[in-house]
């Protein structure tokens, strides 16, 4: 008797054995998530995060040992004509009274006129840990709020590095917490209509959650070998909601077609087991290793997210073997009820091999004409990836922050009266003991050359230098007045570290010196990404190749898959272009054009995209693959199993597109970008890339689809399932 596949085996043992199966796995869930938050999160530092001449500067810095309080500004200004000197200077004396008598604050510096006389700046340092000072700062806000009631005429308000985090982390958390609200009761909803009863759609979201649950603890556990990043966790919940339920729609919808064909139920789960557990596998695998390729990017915040991302894709597909089929046997038919009546007629599984009609429809270009559909459709994904090539990479900087909070209005003002404190470069230099003198001269001039040079702003007050206790440690911030994005910006960065720098510091004897600061780290992250796509790119292909030829026994299978990826993804690129390097979608999506892409986000976004994609492309190719075991043509076996299938991939891929454009709404400009080219990516991979492309393709090869070398050919299969792809091999 053959030996059955390991994934029939663990679902029989699941479905004879359910309370044990649901039992492990809550106790593993359990386990996991009260485990990991035990053992605590180990979170990156700058070291771990460094990168480029801009990483050295950082390490430089950290290595001083700096006491760098928080420091608020208020700002007085005028709020309309010349800005009075008398009145401005009594608001002053009452900020510094008022916050002179809170007992968080250290000191309060003496005003500060801009050199236009239009503002006057008060500067409060704050006790304690700076890391705390946002949750500290009600008391000085509710002082300047006071100030500002006795100084009707004048505008007093506050800003600084606290309050702005403060009212981003209040913004970006009312955006979080309306996308978890939103994503649940729509996911939910999806799966409603896709199975028309309301237990089979609360199975996948279980699944997902409790997933996405023990992936968490295992991260936090994970963090103490690879150190975590602050957007770990969103991602695994982001990844782990779209596979976990993926996998249960794919699992749940085979197992209800058999029982529709008369199967019995346990005979059911065995073929859902055989199929689509199959194609899970084979999923996660493909997912696990375009994730596994962010390890190469070189970069601890990538790291992260690939072990984040390849937890909670695993504990999925474990789930989908044990917990899955256990479920579906306890449940039984209840797993039916109760039912929606008329969703029900709609989507109850059919019969027959015939699939959807309206899907049936739409292959029929693809399977009558496919040279000529395979040509228009890839010319037409070309020409949306074409804006690809102008791509732009670039951090977002506090100029695509939201400017719906004083804070950030306050920021604005604040830049403009006092350009020294907007954009600023770091120079953190590293000298021998007893070069402290001549370090400090160094400085000295490098200050007073960039504010006579109009890339720089000019000083407001005598240069700040900071020296570390041991005094092997010096660092200095040189300002320009431009955005940090700006051409100006990025020369004033050149003109620092090829000449300035060079001209002062370089005459220190022994001294290391770097530049950093926000223009470098966009500079050098930029690079960095262009340096890392390639060799990224073409890990995950080489690995994905192998994966998919070895599972499908076909080269010609697994070349086409990645071409169609590669195809999809870059169609995501250009849409993404497209949109964010201009202005026209600004009103529609509620942004502000930063011009560019984020940086990180076309790595990031290709090895998700190539990962979930592979998702319904396994799942579909197996389906055909099947029908052409059965005997049928490869034109015939297209039809079926793209149609048939379409039900599960469509509502796989509808779920995906709903929850990935939730993030879309998001206040940030970075999770604008990821939403948007996620839930396109997904969009087009599976409408165009599935109905036109992928039938046009296989339908064109023909029984070309299954070569593959003497030693990747199965092994003959029983003679009643007489499958043409032997056929196929026996001519080679």
């Given at each position: 008797?053959e030996?059955?596949?390991?994934?029939v085996?663990?679902?029989?043992w699941?479905?004879?054995h359910?309370?044990?199966?649901?039992a492990?796995?809550?106790?593993?869930?359990?386990?996991?998530?009260?485990?990991?938050?035990?053992?605590?999160?180990?979170?990156?530092?700058n070291?771990?995060?460094?990168i480029?001449e801009?990483?050295?500067a950082?390490?430089?810095?950290s290595?001083?040992h700096?006491?760098?309080?928080?420091?608020?500004?208020?700002l007085?200004?005028?709020?309309?004509?010349?800005?009075?000197?008398d009145?401005?200077?009594?608001?002053?004396?009452d900020?510094?009274?008022?916050?002179k008598?809170?007992?968080?604050?250290?000191s309060?510096?003496?005003?500060?006129?801009?050199?236009d006389?239009?503002?006057?700046?008060v500067r409060v340092?704050?006790k304690?840990?700076?890391?705390?000072?946002?949750?500290?700062?009600?008391?000085?806000?509710?002082?300047?709020?006071?100030?500002?009631?006795?100084h009707?005429?004048?505008r007093?308000?506050e800003?600084g590095?606290?309050?702005?985090?403060?009212?981003?982390?209040?913004?970006?958390?009312?955006?979080?917490?309306?996308?978890?609200?939103l994503s649940?009761?729509?996911?939910?909803a999806?799966?409603i209509?896709?199975?028309?009863?309301?237990?089979?759609?609360?199975?996948?979201v279980?699944?997902?959650?409790?997933?996405?649950?023990?992936?968490?603890?295992?991260s936090?556990l994970?963090?103490?070998?690879?150190?975590?990043?602050?957007?770990?966790?969103s991602v695994?919940?982001?990844?782990?909601?779209?596979v976990g339920?993926?996998?249960s729609l794919?699992?749940?919808?085979?197992?209800?077609?058999?029982r529709?064909?008369?199967?019995k139920?346990?005979?059911?789960?065995?073929?859902?087991?055989?199929?689509?557990?199959?194609?899970?596998?084979?999923?996660?695998?493909?997912?696990?290793i375009?994730?596994a390729g962010?390890?190469?990017a070189?970069?601890?915040v990538?790291?992260s997210?690939?072990l984040g991302?390849?937890?909670?894709?695993l504990?999925a597909v474990?789930?989908?073997l044990?917990?899955?089929p256990?479920l579906?046997s306890?449940?039984?038919?209840?797993?039916?009820r109760?039912?929606v009546?008329?969703?029900?007629?709609?989507?109850?599984?059919?019969t027959?091999?015939r699939?959807?009609?309206?899907?049936s429809?739409?292959?029929?270009?693809a399977?009558?004409r496919p040279?000529?559909?395979l040509?228009?459709?890839v010319?037409?994904?070309?020409?949306?990836?074409a804006p690809a090539?102008?791509?732009?990479?670039?951090f977002?900087g506090m100029?695509?922050?939201?400017?719906?909070t004083?804070a950030?209005?306050a920021?604005d003002?604040?830049?403009?009266a006092?350009p020294?404190n907007g954009t600023v470069?770091?120079?953190?230099?590293?000298v021998?003991?007893g070069?402290?003198?001549n370090?400090?001269?160094?400085l000295t001039?490098?200050?007073q050359k960039a504010?006579?040079?109009p890339l720089?702003?000019?000083l407001?007050?005598?240069?700040?230098?900071?020296?570390s206790?041991?005094g092997?440690?010096?660092v200095l911030d040189?300002a320009?007045p431009?955005?940090?994005?700006?051409?100006?910006?990025?020369e004033s960065?050149?003109r620092?570290?090829t000449?300035l720098?060079?001209q002062?510091?370089?005459?220190?004897?022994?001294a290391?010196s770097?530049?950093?600061g926000?223009?470098?780290?966009?500079v050098d992250?930029?690079d960095?990404?262009k340096?890392?796509?390639?060799?990224?790119v073409g890990?995950?292909l080489?690995?994905t190749f192998?994966?998919m030829?070895f599972?499908?026994r076909s080269?010609v299978?697994?070349l086409?898959s990645?071409?169609?990826n590669?195809?999809?993804?870059?169609?995501?690129?250009?849409l993404?272009?497209?949109i964010?390097?201009?202005?026209?979608?600004?009103g529609?999506?509620?942004?502000?054009?930063?011009?560019?892409v984020v940086?990180?986000?076309?790595?990031f976004?290709?090895?998700v995209l190539?990962?979930?994609?592979?998702?319904?492309?396994?799942?579909?190719?197996?389906?055909?693959r099947?029908?052409?075991?059965r005997g049928?043509t490869t034109?015939?076996?297209?039809?079926?199993?793209?149609?048939?299938?379409?039900?599960?991939?469509t509502?796989?891929?509808?779920?995906?597109?709903?929850v990935f454009?939730?993030?879309?709404t998001l206040?940030?400009?970075d999770?604008?970008q990821?939403?948007?080219?996620?839930a396109?990516a997904?969009?087009l991979d599976?409408?165009?890339?599935?109905?036109?492309?992928?039938?046009?393709?296989m339908?064109l090869?023909g029984?070309?689809?299954w070569?593959?070398?003497?030693?990747?050919?199965?092994?003959?299969q029983?003679q009643?399932r007489?499958?043409?792809i032997?056929?196929?091999?026996l001519?080679?």
């Amino acid at each position: 008797m053959e030996k059955r596949p390991i994934t029939v085996r663990v679902a029989r043992w699941s479905a004879e054995h359910p309370w044990r199966a649901i039992a492990l796995w809550v106790v593993f869930v359990a386990v996991c998530f009260i485990g990991g938050n035990a053992a605590g999160t180990v979170e990156a530092t700058n070291r771990d995060q460094a990168i480029g001449e801009s990483g050295r500067a950082d390490v430089i810095v950290s290595d001083g040992h700096f006491e760098n309080p928080a420091v608020e500004s208020v700002l007085i200004t005028a709020r309309s004509g010349a800005l009075n000197a008398d009145a401005a200077g009594a608001a002053a004396a009452d900020v510094a009274a008022a916050m002179k008598a809170l007992p968080d604050v250290e000191s309060v510096a003496d005003p500060l006129p801009s050199h236009d006389k239009t503002a006057l700046l008060v500067r409060v340092t704050l006790k304690g840990d700076p890391d705390t000072a946002q949750d500290r700062i009600a008391p000085l806000q509710a002082a300047t709020a006071g100030v500002q009631a006795k100084h009707p005429n004048l505008r007093v308000e506050e800003t600084g590095g606290p309050s702005i985090s403060k009212a981003m982390d209040d913004t970006l958390g009312q955006d979080f917490k309306r996308a978890e609200y939103l994503s649940l009761p729509v996911t939910f909803a999806i799966l409603i209509v896709a199975f028309g009863a309301l237990i089979a759609a609360g199975v996948p979201v279980l699944l997902a959650l409790s997933s996405v649950a023990a992936a968490l603890g295992l991260s936090t556990l994970a963090s103490h070998l690879v150190p975590s990043t602050d957007t770990t966790s969103s991602v695994i919940l982001l990844i782990g909601m779209a596979v976990g339920v993926d996998y249960s729609l794919f699992y749940l919808r085979r197992e209800r077609e058999e029982r529709a064909k008369g199967r019995k139920h346990l005979d059911a789960v065995e073929i859902a087991a055989e199929t689509s557990g199959h194609a899970v596998v084979v999923s996660g695998v493909a997912v696990t290793i375009a994730m596994a390729g962010l390890f190469l990017a070189g970069d601890v915040v990538f790291s992260s997210l690939a072990l984040g991302s390849i937890l909670v894709v695993l504990v999925a597909v474990l789930g989908s073997l044990t917990v899955l089929p256990a479920l579906m046997s306890k449940l039984g038919r209840w797993i039916d009820r109760p039912r929606v009546p008329l969703l029900w007629r709609l989507t109850r599984p059919r019969t027959d091999e015939r699939g959807s009609r309206v899907w049936s429809f739409l292959l029929r270009p693809a399977l009558r004409r496919p040279a000529a559909t395979l040509m228009i459709s890839v010319l037409a994904l070309l020409a949306l990836a074409a804006p690809a090539l102008s791509m732009r990479l670039t951090f977002p900087g506090m100029e695509d922050l939201p400017r719906t909070t004083p804070a950030m209005q306050a920021y604005d003002r604040l830049v403009k009266a006092f350009p020294s404190n907007g954009t600023v470069h770091t120079v953190a230099v590293r000298v021998p003991a007893g070069q402290l003198d001549n370090t400090r001269s160094a400085l000295t001039r490098l200050a007073q050359k960039a504010a006579a040079d109009p890339l720089f702003a000019p000083l407001d007050e005598a240069p700040d230098i900071q020296v570390s206790k041991d005094g092997t440690v010096a660092v200095l911030d040189i300002a320009t007045p431009f955005e940090g994005r700006s051409d100006q910006a990025k020369e004033s960065l050149t003109r620092l570290r090829t000449q300035l720098v060079p001209q002062t510091i370089g005459g220190v004897p022994g001294a290391q010196s770097a530049v950093g600061g926000f223009v470098a780290a966009d500079v050098d992250y930029a690079d960095h990404i262009k340096h890392k796509l390639p060799i990224v790119v073409g890990f995950v292909l080489v690995l994905t190749f192998l994966v998919m030829a070895f599972t499908f026994r076909s080269v010609v299978v697994a070349l086409t898959s990645i071409a169609l990826n590669m195809l999809s993804a870059a169609a995501s690129y250009g849409l993404v272009v497209l949109i964010f390097q201009g202005s026209w979608a600004e009103g529609i999506l509620g942004f502000k054009s930063m011009d560019a892409v984020v940086s990180w986000l076309p790595l990031f976004l290709f090895v998700v995209l190539f990962g979930l994609s592979m998702d319904y492309h396994v799942f579909v190719v197996s389906r055909i693959r099947e029908a052409v075991r059965r005997g049928l043509t490869t034109r015939e076996a297209v039809a079926q199993g793209i149609s048939g299938s379409a039900g599960v991939v469509t509502s796989a891929a509808v779920v995906m597109v709903a929850v990935f454009s939730i993030f879309a709404t998001l206040s940030t400009i970075d999770m604008k970008q990821l939403g948007v080219g996620l839930a396109a990516a997904i969009l087009l991979d599976a409408t165009i890339i599935r109905a036109v492309v992928l039938p046009s393709v296989m339908t064109l090869l023909g029984n070309a689809n299954w070569w593959a070398p003497r030693f990747m050919r199965p092994r003959p299969q029983p003679q009643h399932r007489a499958p043409e792809i032997e056929k196929v091999f026996l001519k080679v």
